[in-house]
């Protein structure tokens, strides 16, 4: 069973920057009006459209990201439920950090992830560091728009796009992870013993964000809403990454960008993972805009 959870431990941290394991030194678009909700409001619409019932209103502030050769995505900003993730990208964006970076680890039915400084998934900007933020009403829906971290649960530059499009994997989190989290617990809180005991600040970040990570997942399965699931089964995701990571965005518009990217040929990674793309993705730009 350990093995197992270390095993989902570190599929999940194929949205990390820096793995699972601490380092001991180291042109308007067109808007529509209707609601501010969250990303798990109801669905209550006929369209084969991801997420067509979410829109965004006058006065708040959107992303357009370009992306040479594939296309554009709209995103949808939540700084009512990411407060500081949002601040950070908007400021970024517009000093024109994202521009010419690249999508440098493509992970089909699950996420594409790019924002590093020196494109190789392992560098941020000097300085930028900050928590995660969770919130019940922001999940890992397909076209979400997230934050990576490192194994020590601190965020920068990078992000993620969910492309899962799988609508079984509440089921299988329900069924399959969330039982072995529950037995894992008291584990997991005696490392944050351990780590205490120890006075290694990074062992205790770590630990310390491990147990954060599946004390969150197992409050906002327990907690899930009606909404929830009814978007997740209509439009997949990847709901075990639920609690872990800071959800910031949605994709409203530009699907297609995720999907021919999702499908490009990727080889192995140094840490011997199928995710490199064989032909650089990058971004073109991104720009802010206000509806």
Known sequence: MKLKLLFIACLAAAVLFSGCRPQQNEEEASVTETTSEGIANSVDDNSDKPHSDIEILPGEKYALMSVE?????????????APVAVENFIRLAEEGYYDGKNFHRIMEDFMIQ??????????????????????????????????AKSGLGECGAQFYIVNGKDTNKLNELGAQIIPDVMVYMPEMEAEIKAALESNDENYIKYAQSNYDYYSNMLDLYENITDDVVERYERWGGVPFLDGGYTVFGLVLDGFEVIDKISDVPVTMSANNEMSVPETPIIIEHVKILTA
């Open 69 to 81: 050769g594939f296309g554009e995505m709209t995103i949808k900003l939540y700084p009512e439920y």
């Open 114 to 147: 790019g924002g590093s400084l020196n494109g190789d998934g392992l560098t941020d900007p000097d300085a930028l560091s900050y928590g995660v933020e969770i919130n019940a009403n922001m999940r890992h829906f397909y076209g979400a728009v997230s934050m």
